[in-house]
């Protein structure tokens, strides 16, 4: 009998390999099979329509092939109340569950979200007005990463798990680059990785200490909420939003490992305020940084201005003031924001009684 | 109606532990044909028109995975098409025991004015994302603060959702940003401070502390320096026993960082195997090494990511003027030197 099971077993292993093994005219270097997502902390797509998820209990990103059809035009989303709706897809109660971000495929313009349950199971989920589907993640092709602790690859616990676990608090593909932000549980500093696509043994990820220097006196370090990477005057920069509310602008060919980044502050968001979810959007041909905020309406500033803005790190930033912003005052409380296409933006707003609504914007609306 | 966590042998309905699949006997279901069972057969909560999302399947029984595990104390029922064939619920569990604030950190009785980071540590796994509602700062005896910690979703926790993180809002500690000058470091020197833990928060299991539990802290002076190993007071071991090498890091250090940031080498840099214990309130440790110590050249390697309760790391202060302060060479490892029986 011991034979016969151990046959089986052999059996059911072949099974499993048979499941994960790359297959051909891959240029993502993919495997078949179905991802060990603990925990979906972020979503981020890159402009073909593949998904990343940051996974923060893993510690891991994974890189996931949707084969959405593709759609040049969206349907504006309008959902009232759909953190009811989740709740009731999911049969529990809403106070049970926490949406931990949103995004769009920019190629089939379906809107992605995700979910976390009380007891911290994960659930990916596409959302429309037409309602709520479970995206399967089950024999999909994809890849994985671990955000590898570059500084102390020695300390794990007795079962051999890294012991400093961030979680990812905003991801972005931008030009054949993974860039991933992340929040420590133990220490109080900033790390911002880079990493190549298609991933590779080869990791060129890297921890940064990037400090940011607002009123010429104190220079301090802290971790990144939310950012953007984007191109101004014909240069990319990373434009992000720190726990401490400045939004500091670093050119991205400046942050290596191991030194000493200083960024620009180049606006305070408000007291008691931090930006929480930001985009770019064109509108009359001109590109602006719009961000959703937990105690203020969206806010939107023209990239020209950022660019313009002469403030440096000896110049105090008085009061809302650096670079000139406007709000619009319809949109407090967003939660959640994402191009659903070249003129529209969907959001995710509370409302004043607790519900949560999706909602459809014109980028010139805004 | 059927019962929760029935054995696979039942005669009715049954869940699985951890409240994950549902099985229905074939007999139950009023259709023989696995396709048509396949696209008529929903779960739904008591009283919803909606179906639950998760995966069917018909084989030997009908089972269906929802996509996040049925929920405590909630009614479900069991359609096929438009007739009701069955249901269940999914009750408390009465024999767990509660959940328990075990510690909060900082464990010291006086914390600086700028304290960064509170820990709670739970006895088991917690309810996430609703700190928020549980957790609150009082002044004195009864003057409840407003907007000290930083709202962040999802929020910091451990791996096994035992250990939650909480920042005081560092935008109103670090000295001039605008959420310190409109509306003041979160809390004031000489002052004391208790930190309630509601009763009514529960665990992942949906049951509540049962009772308020908290600590409570008086702030001294701003702490703005950086941790320096060169200042710790060492109590150096005899060589050929197991004594502890004491160290006195002369104050209180983050409690979960020091558990890890600390390790004792030879000079070249080989490990000595041993176990690190923190006592007095995360201000002293203790090493006691696995063999005798041999007489030689040790030192103590420190993670620079060590901070203190202020958020100061052995790399850079909090925030620092850099008007008076140059910036260190950022280093991974400080080392402090000792000798043992020379």
């Known amino acids: 009998m011991k034979q016969k099971y151990f046959f089986i077993a052999l059996l059911l292993a072949g099974v499993a390999l048979a499941a994960t093994r790359p297959f051909s005219g891959n240029p993502n270097g993919f495997i078949k099979g179905t991802p060990e997502i603990r925990s979906i902390s972020a979503l981020s797509f890159s402009k073909d329509g593949i998904l990343f998820i940051g996974d923060s209990r893993s510690a891991s990103v994974f890189a996931v092939e949707t084969n959405d059809k593709k759609t040049d035009w969206a349907e504006d989303i309008a959902v009232a109340g759909i953190d009811q709706k989740i709740a009731d897809a999911l049969g529990t109660q809403k106070a049970n569950i926490t949406i931990t971000d949103m995004a769009v495929n920019p190629v089939s313009k379906k809107l992605y979200i995700a979910v976390q349950n009380s007891d911290g199971t994960p659930a990916l989920l596409k959302a429309g007005n037409k309602g709520i589907e479970a995206v399967s993640l089950k024999d999909v092709h994809f890849s994985s990463i671990a955000l590898n602790d570059v500084y102390a690859e020695d300390a794990k616990d007795a079962r051999g798990r890294p012991l400093r676990i961030s979680t990812i608090s905003d991801l972005a593909f931008d030009n054949g680059k993974l860039y991933v932000s992340g929040l420590s549980n133990k220490e109080f500093s900033s790390t911002f990785r880079s990493i190549p696509f298609p991933f590779s043994d080869q990791q060129d990820q890297a921890s940064l200490e990037m400090y940011h220097a607002s009123h010429g006196r104190y220079e301090t370090t802290s971790p990144i909420r939310t950012f953007a990477i984007s191109k101004i005057n014909g240069k990319d920069y990373l434009i992000a939003s720190y726990t401490c509310t400045p939004l500091v602008l670093y050119p991205l060919d400046e942050l290596k490992a191991g030194m000493h980044v200083k960024g620009r502050t180049v606006a305070e968001m408000g007291a008691g305020n931090t930006p929480i979810d930001m985009t770019t959007i064109t509108k009359g041909g001109e590109t602006y940084l719009i961000m959703g905020n937990t105690a203020r309406p969206v806010s939107e500033v023209n990239y020209k201005s950022i660019a313009s803005f002469e403030g440096t790190l000896t110049q105090q930033v008085a009061g809302k003031a650096g670079t000139p912003y406007i709000e619009v005052p319809s949109l407090t409380k967003v939660l959640q924001m994402d191009k659903l296409d070249a003129h529209k933006v969907v959001i995710m707003q509370k409302k004043e009684n607790g519900d949560i609504d999706l909602l459809t914007s014109t980028n010139e609306a805004l | ?342």
């Open chain 2, 1 to 342: 109606m059927a019962a929760c966590e029935e054995p696979p042998q039942a005669t009715g309905l049954w869940i699985e532990p951890q409240h994950t699949v549902l099985h229905l006997p074939l007999f139950l279901v009023p259709e023989k044909d696995p396709a048509k069972i396949r696209k008529l057969f929903k779960v739904r909560l008591r009283g919803s028109g909606t179906d639950i999302l998760g995966d069917l399947k018909v084989s030997e029984d009908v089972s269906f995975v929802p996509l996040i595990p049925f929920t405590t104390n909630s009614r479900y029922e069991c359609w096929l098409g438009e007739k009701k064939i069955d249901s269940f619920s999914i009750p408390y569990n009465d024999n767990a025991t509660g959940p328990k604030l075990l510690a909060v950190y900082p464990m010291s009785g006086k914390v600086p004015v700028n304290l960064l980071k509170i820990y709670l540590a739970f006895s088991e796994p917690m309810r996430e994302n609703v700190s928020d509602r549980y957790i609150k700062l009082v002044k004195g005896r009864s003057d409840t603060l407003h907007e000290v910690f930083l709202s962040l979703q999802p929020e910091l926790w451990n791996e096994d959702r035992t250990v939650l993180t909480i920042w005081l809002d560092p935008g109103r500690i670090k000295r001039e940003l605008q959420p310190n000058q409109r509306m003041g470091a979160p809390l004031e020197e000489n002052n004391s401070y208790t930190l309630v833990v509601d009763k009514n928060w529960t665990s992942a299991q949906s049951i509540a502390i049962g009772k308020n539990a908290g600590a409570t802290w008086t702030t001294v002076s701003r702490d703005s320096l950086t941790p320096d190993p060169a200042l710790w007071r060492l109590q150096v071991p005899k060589p050929g026993t197991r004594q502890p090498l004491n160290i006195d890091l002369t104050e209180s250090l983050d409690h979960f960082l020091l558990a890890e940031s600390i390790r004792v080498q030879r000079s070249d840099g080989k490990r000595v195997a041993g176990s690190l214990t923190i006592t007095d309130q995360d201000s002293r440790c203790q090493f006691v090494p696995e063999a005798t110590w041999a007489a030689g050249d040790y030192e103590l390697r420190v993670d620079s990511r060590l901070e203190d309760l202020a958020g100061n790391n052995l790399n850079r202060p909090f925030d620092r003027d850099i008007t008076t302060t140059r910036a260190k060479t950022a280093k991974a490892y400080y080392t402090r030197s000792f000798s043992i029986g020379k």
